[in-house]
């Protein structure tokens, strides 16, 4: 696993090796076995960088239910 330290550095990944690395983050160990506290940590601690990142390059719907891009 690759240790990004900020969202400035995926700006260099593409799409596809942002989603294998939280697939690898995730499947480490059981997180349902841990407490929500933890599991809350683990969102802000390791994961939090990838979905800014991926929100980021994501296409949203406004209310009139069309596709804009986020700039």
């Given amino acids: ?3 990004v ?17 939280i697939l690898e983050l995730i499947k480490v ?3 349902n076995l841990e407490t929500l506290k933890a ?4 969102y802000k601690n390791e ?3 990838y979905f800014a990142e991926l ?10 239910f069309r ?3 986020i700039q």
């Fill in 1 to 3: 696993m690759v240790d």
């Fill in 5 to 21: 330290t900020s969202t400035k550095e995926l700006t260099y990944w593409t799409t596809l090796e942002i989603k294998n690395e």
């Fill in 29 to 31: 160990k059981d997180r």
């Fill in 39 to 42: 599991k809350v940590e683990f």
């Fill in 47 to 49: 994961l939090a960088p």
């Fill in 55 to 64: 929100s980021r390059r994501n296409l949203y719907i406004n209310n009139d």
């Fill in 67 to 69: 596709l804009v891009k």
